[in-house]
Nanobody, 121 residues
Framework: QVQLVESGGGLVQPGGSLRLSCVAS????????MGWYRQAPGKQRELVAS???????NYVDSVKGRFTISRDNAKNTVYLQMNSLKPEDTAVYYC???????????????WGQGTQVTVSS
């Protein structure tokens, strides 16, 4: 079994910052790409940021220059530093990781349970 557990969400005023963390645990052989998605009420889930095992990153245009994704491979952890938060960043944020559990098993997508981020004055 593999689990992803997120933390760090909450309520913050516009212009504020939050740092999300996601730890992967369980029967992990290798973790490939990791990323953060978000889903606002009435909207589809969207990819916010992703990072390869080697550290290459990608961001949706709306968060470029404000959010930074990083990972610690030794700790099986991915982070999302969110600065200059705006009300439109309000959503449930989900961690995603592509993980293999053995030499002969395929790579599967795993998801965290989600953490609420609310940006409001």
């Amino acid at each position: 079994q593999v689990q992803l557990v997120e933390s760090g969400g909450g309520l913050v005023q516009p212009g504020g910052s939050l740092r999300l963390s996601c730890v992967a645990s369980g029967n992990i052989f290798n973790i490939y790409g990791m990323g953060w998605y978000r889903q606002a009420p009435g909207k589809q889930r969207e990819l916010v940021a992703s990072i390869t095992r080697g550290g290459n990153t990608n961001y949706v245009d709306s968060v470029k220059g404000r959010f930074t994704i990083s990972r610690d491979n030794a700790k099986n952890t991915v982070y999302l530093q969110m600065n200059s938060l705006k009300p439109e960043d309000t959503a449930v944020y989900y961690c995603n990781a592509r993980i293999s559990t053995g030499w002969t098993t395929g790579i599967k997508d795993y998801w965290g349970q989600g953490t609420q981020v609310t940006v409001s004055s």
